[in-house]
């Protein structure tokens, strides 16, 4: 059975803890893969501000609240070999289009594997601890806020939950995520 794009709060599936909720626009799947890796691996950064319309419009749909949006990040060796972090590309977008703040509140403190490489038991075990707090002044702009965290795919959940947990631990009141797509 297909179920419609996103994971509505309640539902038994639900999103994982310690997400509130979790929204997403597409399978990851046609059109929009082939949207995904030319952002990621082929510089496309002009599909960035078109998906984050998307996001945004996802949001409004079914958002349940958030004040502040953050990107889930790429590890510093990563920008540096691509030049840009796509989470972040997306979360601008979709923040501009919500008319909310967006923070790159959460660091990746250690490269990891690409999940894609791994099955799905492995990449809870790859995402632990690969989050930090980004340099002040970020704790004091997250503390307090409903953070809708953004990315480009979401499979297991494994990344989302490890960079929720760390703005939990900054203070966020809650913590929702949203991506472009999720394959299943």
């Known amino acids: 059975m297909d179920l419609p794009p996103g994971t509505a709060l309640g539902l038994a599936e639900g999103p994982p803890a310690p997400l509130v909720q979790l929204e997403w626009c597409s399978p990851f799947v046609g059109p929009v893969r082939r949207a995904l890796h030319g952002l990621k691996y082929a510089g496309e950064q ?4 078109v998906l984050g319309q998307a996001l945004a419009a996802r949001w409004r749909a079914a958002g349940a609240g958030g004040d502040l949006v953050v990107p889930v990040p790429v590890h510093a060796a990563r920008l540096r070999e691509r030049g840009y972090d796509q989470a972040a590309l997306l979360a601008a977008a979709a923040a501009r289009e919500l008319h909310l703040p967006w923070r790159e509140a959460v660091a990746r403190t250690r490269a990891t594997t690409p999940q894609y490489r791994l099955d799905r038991g492995r990449r809870a075990l790859n995402m632990e601890g690969a989050f930090g707090p980004a340099p002040d002044p970020a704790v004091r702009e997250v503390a ?3 953070v809708i965290l953004v990315d480009d795919v979401i499979t297991t959940g494994a990344t989302m939950r490890e960079a929720a947990e760390v703005l939990l ?3 966020a009141a809650a ?3 949203l991506a472009v797509a999720r394959e299943r």
């Open 46 to 49: 002009r599909v960035a501000p």
């Open 144 to 146: 307090g806020h409903w």
């Open 169 to 171: 631990a900054m203070g």
């Open 175 to 177: 913590v929702s995520g």
